[in-house]
């Protein structure tokens, strides 16, 4: 599975242009064997195309806080998991906040709920 599509890059683009209160993210990763989850607002730096793209959002390690911060998908794509498994997209997932919103929920409850 491809886990950023162009219509997800184009998405993440659009929202460098808009003020941070108001981005959404448009991709939300997780670990199936897991609980880790990203939801990514934008590209920081970097591409998509070469696999060097530095992405910013909010990250959710199974630490009991989430954090903003910015995410490397060369990480994110080396991480080998059980079963043959790697971290995959949400192919189902549509926000309904924004980033920010997504953050100070997940402040208050101690996970990212999306």
């Known amino acids: 599975m491809k886990l950023i599509t162009k219509e997800i890059e184009k998405q993440l683009l659009s929202n460098q242009g808009l003020p941070e209160e108001d981005r959404k993210p ?3 990763l997780f670990n199936p064997t897991g609980a880790a989850t990203w939801l990514i607002s934008e590209i920081d730096s970097g591409s998509i195309e070469s ?12 630490f009991g806080e989430s954090e903003l911060g910015l995410i490397s998908m060369q990480e ?12 995959e ?17 997940s402040r208050t409850k101690g996970a990212i709920s999306a």
């Open 26 to 28: 448009y991709l939300k």
């Open 51 to 62: 696999g060097d793209a530095i992405f910013y959002g909010l990250s959710d390690m199974v």
């Open 89 to 105: 997209r949400d192919l189902h997932w549509e926000p309904t906040k924004t980033l920010i919103e997504y953050w100070i929920e």
């Open 76 to 87: 994110l794509t080396s991480v080998k998991l059980s079963f043959g498994l790697s971290i």
